[in-house]
């Protein structure tokens, strides 16, 4: 599977408004209580099914150990809810057959 990303959205950053790609808000770690701690404030992140979350960023290859729903969402405070702007992301499945 292949992530690619386009365009940029806004986390909400509670005091100032910061505007990112998929990488997220570059060396701003996020801290508890958000979906992926210790990510990119802002970053792109997945999961599939009832597995972990995930970074996945502007571009991200990966060899899924599980199948089932893929969940796409900002990082970001549940609690938090200011955000603006959009990305979009094309996934690219493979057959491993």
């Known amino acids: 599977m292949v992530f ?7 986390p909400d950053m509670r005091d100032q408004i910061v ?21 990119n404030v802002g970053c792109l992140v997945a999961r599939i099914g009832d597995g972990p979350v995930f970074a996945v960023g502007a571009r991200h ?17 549940p609690d938090f809810n ?10 690219i499945l493979f057959d491993r057959d």
Not at 19 to 39: E, I, S
Not at 82 to 91: D, I, N, R, S, T
């Open 61 to 77: 290859d990966l060899f899924a150990d599980r199948g089932g729903t893929l969940f796409l969402a900002m990082n970001d405070h």
């Open 19 to 39: 505007w990112c790609g998929a990488d997220g808000v570059y060396k701003h770690a996020a801290g508890d209580g958000y979906l992926l701690p210790g990510a």
């Open 4 to 10: 690619d990303t386009e365009e940029v959205w806004s």
């Open 82 to 91: 200011c955000q603006a702007g959009k990305v979009v992301a094309q996934v």
